[in-house]
C-alpha cells in the first residue's frame, strides 16, 4: 500500500486483521527523497564554506540528482565518473548513495521475506 497514514487509518478500521505492506516503489521513492534532500541541504550548506571549497563542493554536486537516484550498474561510463566526483566531495552522499544501492540490491536477491528480512537486519 502507499504510505500515506490515512490509508493506513481506514485500513485498520475496516479490516483490522489486515496485514498491511508497503511495496518496494513506495519505499524506494522514500529513500531516493531522502538522498535527494540531503544534497539539496548540502548545496546550500555549502554557502557557509570558505569560496574555493564552497565552489567545489556546490560544482560537485550541481546537477548530481540522477546520476545519484539511478542504479549504478545502470550508469555510463562518463556518468560512473561523475558519480565519483560527487562521492569524492561529499562523504555522507558517499554514504548515502552505497546504503540506497545495498537496499536495491536486497530487494533483488532476496528470495523470500525471512531472507530480505536477515539481510536488512
Known amino acids: 500500500m502507499d504510505l500515506y497514514k490515512m490509508y493506513k487509518t481506514v485500513i485498520e478500521k475496516l479490516c483490522p486483521q489486515a496485514v498491511i505492506t508497503v511495496d518496494r516503489f513506495h519505499v524506494t521513492k522514500l529513500l531516493h527523497q531522502e538522498l535527494n ?63 540506497k544501492e545495498e537496499f536495491t540490491t536486497i530487494f533483488d536477491e532476496s528470495k523470500n521475506l525471512g531472507e530480505g528480512t536477515l539481510k536488512l537486519i
Open 37 to 99: 534532500q540531503e544534497r539539496i541541504e548540502q548545496k546550500k550548506s555549502a554557502e557557509s564554506l570558505k569560496a574555493k571549497a564552497r565552489e567545489k563542493l556546490f560544482t560537485n554536486l550541481k546537477g548530481s540528482k540522477y546520476i545519484l537516484l539511478k542504479r549504478e550498474k545502470s550508469l555510463k561510463e562518463n556518468q560512473k565518473e561523475r558519480l565519483n566526483i560527487v562521492k569524492q566531495a561529499s562523504a555522507k552522499q558517499a554514504v548515502m548513495h552505497a546504503l
